[in-house]
């Protein structure tokens, strides 16, 4: 990919400069003839010479490297979103994947997994922890608010779970394709050393898990179906379906829909006694509780 002109990231770097309040980071607004902030002020937050600064919005001076890119996006507060059209403008590649550890979702996506009611819905973090879940996915497949929230992970859940192993029809199959594709996630994310870890616990917990992982297989968890077997309702056939979230590349989104409409009234039943158990909670609300 060829990279952009020194113009096109000088105008970008002056027009994320301009939308800055100087008064935000604690420079003086006196005597300033154009809005935001100054080169140098943009230097000195990202810690670079304030002449190497002024050449790369003058398009002069070549291709800065990705620390002094990524300082710079930092100084500027940019999104990651424009942290990539940054790498691009100036690279012509976005920059290198660095594991971030997530920060939980919006109370937006949140209504949206709400709204799917007779829809199991959750997302999930590149290594495959549980962060935010509906009402649906709680009466169906496990209420994650009974667990501790460093229990919330789907692996863990999978190989550590008598209950949920003996509800799956096709344990094995299922087992062997969550370590396949959780691979393929964790790489994607740059986790290696937090892979690494998690790895070496779950390993030491479960030999299943440990000869699966060793088998290095990798595969997308794009869309399938899944059969589970539930002690209340019996056979519950779901169609699954993965999305990435929009804005937060950290993030996956799984949806199951019932496959037919016996498996629609089995989901609707589980959730009516879910409903007068009074159990469920999303993460916001069990937050609240505890600042009660």
């Not at 620390?67 to 590649?93: C, N, S, W, Y």
């Not at 056979?235 to 990435?244: D, K, P, T």
């Not at 469920?280 to 069990?286: A, F, N, R, V």
Request: hydrophobic letters at 35%.
């Amino acid at each position: 990919m060829t990279v952009s002109s020194p113009t096109s990231l000088g105008t970008y770097l002056k027009d994320r400069r301009t939308r800055l309040d100087p008064a935000a980071f604690g420079f003086s607004s006196a005597r300033r003839r154009t809005p935001g902030l100054r080169r140098e002020e943009v230097a000195q937050r990202a810690n670079i010479s304030p002449t190497w600064y002024t050449w790369l919005e003058q398009g002069r001076g070549g291709a800065p490297s990705p620390d002094v890119l990524d300082r710079i996006a930092k100084g500027l507060l940019l999104t990651e979103p424009e942290r990539q059209h940054l790498f691009m403008l100036a690279l012509g590649h976005p920059p290198e994947v660095r594991y971030r550890v997530p920060d939980g979702i919006t109370p937006r996506l949140q209504r949206v997994l709400d709204a799917l009611e007779h829809s199991p819905a959750i997302v999930k973090t590149p290594l495959w922890d549980i962060v935010a879940w509906n009402r649906a996915a709680a009466a169906v497949l496990t209420d994650y608010s009974e667990l501790p929230p460093e229990q919330r992970n789907i692996l863990r859940i999978v190989f550590c779970t008598s209950r949920v192993r003996d509800m799956q029809v096709d344990w094995t199959n299922l087992a062997r394709s969550v370590v396949a594709a959780f691979r393929a996630d964790a790489v994607r994310a740059g986790a290696s050393a937090e892979v690494d870890e998690f790895v070496k616990e779950l390993s030491s917990r479960s030999p299943e898990f440990a000869k699966l992982w060793q088998d290095n297989d990798v595969q997308i968890h794009g869309e399938g179906t899944k059969r589970l077997n539930h002690p209340t309702v019996g056979l519950i056939e779901l169609e699954y379906s993965g999305f990435s979230v929009d804005g937060r590349p950290d993030l996956g989104l799984i949806i199951y829909n019932p496959a037919t409409l016996d498996d629609l009234e089995r989901v609707r039943k589980l959730i009516e006694n879910s409903s007068q158990k009074n159990r469920y909670s999303t993460p916001y609300q069990e937050e609240a509780m505890r600042a009660v």
